[in-house]
């Protein structure tokens, strides 16, 4: 079993940056893809950002559209931890953050995410 811990949500000014944390326990996450996924208010969860696993020799970053050069994804598996640093922020991207561990297939759909963390408000001012 996989716990995952979401922090480093807030409040930030719109071009403002956050850096989110997600830190795994219970077993090594380094062979899991590690997913970002979002949740505004009256939406459905979307993909973010994800980050394949340790199983080939280079790890991939897929992000979406809409924080394509804005966001960047990485982990750091001595820490069994996966980061999200986000740039220039955007009121639009007000939502709670989900951090997931999924094995494979298309990492952009949430159903390929096995383990879930409880979320971290991110809220940006206009």
């Known amino acids: 079993q996989v716990q995952l811990v979401e922090s480093g949500g807030g409040l930030v000014q719109a071009g403002g940056s956050l850096r989110l944390s997600c830190a795994a326990s219970?077993?090594?996450?380094?062979?899991?893809?590690m997913g970002w996924f979002r949740q505004a208010p009256g939406k459905e969860r979307e993909f973010v950002a994800t980050?394949?696993?340790?199983?080939?020799?280079?790890?991939?970053?897929y992000y979406a559209d809409s924080v394509k050069g804005r966001f960047t994804i990485s982990r750091d598996n001595a820490k069994n931890t996966v980061y999200l640093q986000m740039n220039s922020l955007k009121p639009e991207d007000t939502a709670v953050y989900y951090c997931?561990?999924?094995?494979?297939?298309?990492?952009?759909?949430?159903?390929?995410?096995?383990?879930w963390g409880q979320g971290t408000q991110v809220t940006v001012s206009s």
């Open positions: 219970g077993r090594t996450v380094s062979s899991y893809a």
């Open positions: 997931a561990a999924g094995l494979g297939g298309d990492l952009r759909m949430d159903n390929r995410y096995i383990y």
């Open positions: 980050i394949t696993g340790s199983g080939g020799s280079t790890y991939y970053e």
